[in-house]
């Protein structure tokens, strides 16, 4: 999440991951690349530039 | 983490395989793709109520491709302005729809306008009369600065090869203190630039 941070946003936060394509024809490509849906929060500063 | 597009990357052949697909997704949700799709699958997978879920006409949640869900990172609250970037046939639009209620505003945008028809059919079905779409890329949002309290997008973002633009433009639209509930794809480590030039792997 680190790019958010760069980007300019606070506050980052992975709040929760999900097996999205568990099941699916691709699943095993997801496995093989770690591939996971995931809820991210983040923040536009309230003092910003 | 890469933000950046790998150089040889042609941007419009993949915009126009991602809106063939998810023109596709569209008008043959129950059609062969390489991901999940409708209410049963966002209710066991990703933890949607099932009943706001009936709640919507079938033919926005037959559509419903997310990966993850933007309503349970934080609460959207009464009377909020919520962006849905990329919303599809508009199953978590019309949800933020409801929590936002009559005095907020949900506006989805999409560049796909069978979509887009949709989500109109869908929120006129359901009454509900807060709810905008416009066709846009999510790196030109037709928004004002500031006018947003909430930006949420589901499975969306990863598809834009033009993340920084992409995401300057939701840090534009943001009001200071604004929210960021992003559903998307993380990846356990950095793909090669062989893996990120291959579009076959980005539209699946």
């Known amino acids: ?43 536009k500063p309230m003092a910003h530039g | ?19 063939k697909i998810y023109s596709r ?21 990703l933890g949607y109520d099932p ?30 302005t919520v962006l849905d970037i990329g919303c599809g046939a508009g199953t978590d639009l019309l949800l933020a729809a409801r929590r936002v209620g009559p005095s907020g505003r949900a506006i989805g945008i999409d560049m796909t306008e069978v ?15 807060n709810v905008e779409v416009r066709r846009a890329d999510a790196t030109a949002l037709p928004l004002a600065d500031a006018s947003v309290d909430v930006v949420i997008s589901n499975g969306v973002l990863n598809l834009v ?13 943001l009001r200071p203190g604004g929210r960021l509930q992003l559903a998307d ?6 793909l090669g630039e062989d893996v990120r030039c291959n579009i076959d792997l980005w539209t699946g």
Not at chain 2, 161 to 173: D, L, N, Q
Request: aromatic letters at 8%.
């Open chain 1, 1 to 43: 999440m680190s790019f958010l941070r760069y980007l300019g946003f606070d506050d980052v936060r992975v709040a929760a991951r999900f097996d999205c394509f568990r099941g699916t024809k691709k699943e095993s490509t997801a496995r093989k690349y770690g591939v996971l849906g995931a809820n991210v929060f983040a923040r």
């Open chain 2, 1 to 19: 983490m890469a933000i950046a597009c790998p150089v040889d990357l042609d941007t419009q052949v993949l915009r126009s395989e991602v809106s």
């Open chain 2, 25 to 45: 997704v569209a008008t043959d949700p129950d059609g062969d793709f390489h991901f999940h799709r409708g209410p049963a699958y966002a209710a066991n997978f």
């Open chain 2, 51 to 80: 009943a706001e879920l009936a709640a919507l006409p079938n033919e926005c949640t037959a559509s419903f491709a997310g990966i993850a869900n933007p309503h349970t990172i934080a609460p959207i609250l009464r009377g909020e």
């Open chain 2, 115 to 129: 979509m887009l028809d949709r989500v109109r059919g869908s929120a006129a079905a359901v009454g509900l009369t």
């Open chain 2, 161 to 173: 090869p033009e993340k920084e633009k992409a995401f300057a433009e939701i840090r534009r639209v």
């Open chain 2, 185 to 190: 794809i993380v990846l356990d480590a950095e």
